[in-house]
């Protein structure tokens, strides 16, 4: 399994960033997707979930109306659009999949609100 995210950078409060997530190494459009975060200082927690077809989704209660989850199964590929930024979203953001009885990760994508 892997998990590799892309889209990450420099962004000024208000303004907007789209994380990729490529995956490979497992049937992906048989598994729930997630995006976590992990802040400086703090422990990671769950961003978002999208279901296997794509039709299901869930949020953190800090992302709504903020943060949307989607997927592409023809190309093995979730995405994060995140707009309205606060520098409070300033975190490594990571791709994730439960898979085979454990949990597999991304190396992260830095994401930095600041102006």
């Known amino acids: 399994v892997q998990l590799v995210e892309s889209g990450g950078g420099l962004v000024q409060p208000g303004g907007s960033l789209r994380l990729s997530c490529a995956a490979s190494?497992?049937?992906?459009?048989?598994?729930?997707m997630s995006w976590y975060r992990q802040a400086p200082g703090k422990e990671r927690e769950w961003v978002a979930r999208?279901?296997?077809?794509?039709?299901?989704?869930a949020y953190a209660d800090s992302m709504k109306g903020r943060f949307t989850i989607s997927r592409d199964n023809a190309k093995n590929t979730v995405y994060l659009q995140m707009n309205s930024l606060k520098p409070e979203d300033t975190a490594v953001y990571y791709c994730?999949?439960?898979?085979?009885?454990?949990?597999?990760w991304g190396q992260g994508a830095q994401v930095t609100v600041s102006s």
């Open positions: 994730n999949v439960w898979y085979g009885g454990r949990h597999y």
């Open positions: 190494g497992f049937t992906f459009s048989g598994y729930v």
């Open positions: 999208i279901n296997s077809a794509g039709g299901s989704t």
